[in-house]
Nanobody
């Protein structure tokens, strides 16, 4: 079992930045690929970014490419999502998730563990 706890969400003006953190506990964090997903009101949850177990490969949705950066610190059992140049369309609940193949970029259904989410609100 892996427990994931997100933090770092909040209210920010358009153009601003936030850094989300996802703290993991339980099994060996460095074995898992990590992903960030988001769900806006009235919309389905969508992929944002993913990273493989070593941190050597990263993947991004087109909508956030060049603005968001996913990273991880295996020594601290934590994954991060640095979000810059935020837009009102980025408003959503952001979830981190872990998948045990360690690949990172996989379909949502393949992720084994999910956090509770953290709210990000971007005002115009």
């Amino acid at each position: 079992q892996v427990r994931l706890v997100e933090s770092g969400g909040g209210l920010v003006q358009a153009g601003g930045s936030l850094r989300l953190s996802c703290a993991a506990s339980g099994r060996t964090f460095s074995n898992y690929g990590m992903g960030w997903f988001r769900q806006a009101p009235g919309k389905e949850r969508e992929f944002v970014a993913a990273i493989d177990r070593s941190g050597g490969s990263t993947y991004y949705a087109d909508s956030v490419k060049g603005r968001f950066t996913i990273s991880r610190d295996n020594a601290k059992n934590t994954a991060y999502l640095q979000m810059n140049i935020l837009k009102p369309d980025d408003t959503a609940v952001y979830y981190c998730a872990a998948e045990q193949l360690g690949l990172g970029y996989r379909p949502q259904a393949a992720y084994d563990y999910w956090g509770q989410g953290t709210q990000v609100t971007v005002s115009s």
